[in-house]
């Protein structure tokens, strides 16, 4: 059985509440990722700014180069253990609605699970075969 540390990444994106969307964008782009983990002294525990808070704050017709990530971040961020089964990880992202999972060994932020992990990882659950959605062209 395939564990969350088989398929998770290292955290390769950090950004600060201080910095704008713009910088959090580009340090996104930076390093091929979809989502920047927010970490700051002041903060009780890191969060996440991800392609869906930019969007969202660019749609609502918010300067990225003047709003801050502290105003558009999730600051509450769903967890994962490096030891849990892939699927338990997979079911908490469909439950939640997100891509990105922090993963924590202890009280140590591990690194990060993305929907493009568990991709990349395959094999997390049997998936029932739907003749509807199958083409035959």
Do not use: C, N, Y
Not at 83 to 108: E, N, Q, T, Y
Request: glycine residues 10%.
């Amino acid at each position: 059985m395939k564990r969350v540390s088989d398929a998770m990444s290292a955290v390769s994106a950090i950004v600060g509440p201080e910095h704008t969307l713009s910088q959090a964008a580009h340090r996104r782009v930076q390093r091929g990722t979809g989502a920047a983990v927010v970490l700051d002294g002041s903060l009780p525990g890191p969060g996440v700014i991800t392609e869906r808070d930019l969007l969202r704050a660019i749609a609502d017709g918010r300067d990225p180069d003047v709003e801050l990530v502290e105003d558009h971040m999730s600051g509450h961020v769903v967890t994962a253990w490096p030891d849990w089964p892939l699927s338990r990880a997979a079911a908490l992202m469909i439950k939640h609605g997100i891509r990105h999972v922090l993963v924590f060994d202890g009280s140590d932020l591990a690194g990060v699970l993305s929907m493009r992990d568990l991709v990349r990882a395959g094999g997390i659950a049997p998936v029932e075969h739907d003749a509807a959605a199958t083409s035959t062209a």
